[in-house]
T-cell receptor, first 115, second 113 residues
Framework: AQSVTQLDSHVSVSEGTPVLLRCNYSSSYSPSLFWYVQHPNKGLQLLLKYTSAATLVKGINGFEAEFKKSETSFHLTKPSAHMSDAAEYFCVVSDLRDSSYKLIFGSGTRLLVRP | ETGVTQSPTHLIKTRGQQVTLRCSSQSGHNTVSWYQQALGQGPQFIFQYYREEENGRGNFPPRFSGLQFPNYSSELNVNALELDDSALYLC????????????FGSGTRLTVV
């Protein structure tokens, strides 16, 4: 079975400092991995996705993530946090062998950005 | 191009009642998936509909059921509501066979009292 573990339930950073949100995955097959963001009272927005191409994936709003098979990790980073980045972030895995391509979400990391 | 629209946005029901949630898929999308997001947790897959039939189901009891219509819109029905059904219900549309292209709606917040 596939799963993802988000290692921090809350992360607090100052505006302008780097962001690191950690995610480990478990998969018996080559996974497809994603990061989604959820702002209050809004739907989920895709930040970036890994699908076995380049291991360093660039997404929207300056975010990027690196797939490390040896560490089974897919951490999300951003060089400089902005106040608008405050939101809930979800690491997600999908099994492309399953015809539904269902998404399996982690429990989420709430990012707080201090002025 | 319109996105995914869900209705209603908020709903309060009494334990034991039945509820129907609705979702209009994004233009060009033919598949709809439903997710349940309990407070403080990540969304969990309920089921998916393609060609008006269920195409995959998560670990939810049969009292959770759905429909997909010829225009690709969908309904989620929950019978015999329980307090633990209180959650944000998210709908996501996609194109079958095209991986990784989900568009999510803003969700319906269901409160069971």
């Amino acid at each position: 079975a596939q799963s993802v573990t988000q290692l921090d339930s809350h992360v607090s950073v100052s505006e302008g400092t780097p962001v690191l949100l950690r995610c480990n995955y478990s998969s018996s097959y080559s996974p497809s991995l994603f990061w989604y963001v959820q702002h209050p009272n809004k739907g989920l927005q895709l930040l970036l996705k890994y699908t076995s191409a380049a291991t360093l994936v660039k997404g929207i709003n300056g975010f990027e993530a690196e797939f490390k098979k040896s560490e089974t990790s897919f951490h999300l980073t951003k060089p400089s946090a902005h106040m608008s980045d405050a939101a809930e972030y979800f690491c997600v895995v999908s099994d492309l062998r399953d015809s539904s391509y269902k998404l399996i979400f982690g429990s989420g990391t709430r990012l707080l950005v201090r002025p | 191009e319109t996105g995914v629209t869900q209705s209603p946005t908020h709903l309060i029901k009494t334990r034991g009642q039945q509820v129907t949630l609705r979702c209009s898929s994004q233009s060009g999308h033919n598949t709809v998936s439903w997710y349940q997001q309990a407070l403080g947790q990540g969304p969990q897959f309920i089921f998916q509909y393609y060609r008006e039939e269920e195409n995959g189901r998560g670990n939810f009891p049969p009292r959770f059921s759905g429909l997909q219509f010829p225009n690709y819109s969908s309904e989620l029905n929950v019978n015999a509501l329980e307090l633990d059904d209180s959650a944000l219900y998210l709908c996501a549309s996609s194109v079958q066979g095209v991986a990784l292209g989900y568009t999510f709606g803003s969700g319906t917040r269901l409160t069971v009292v």
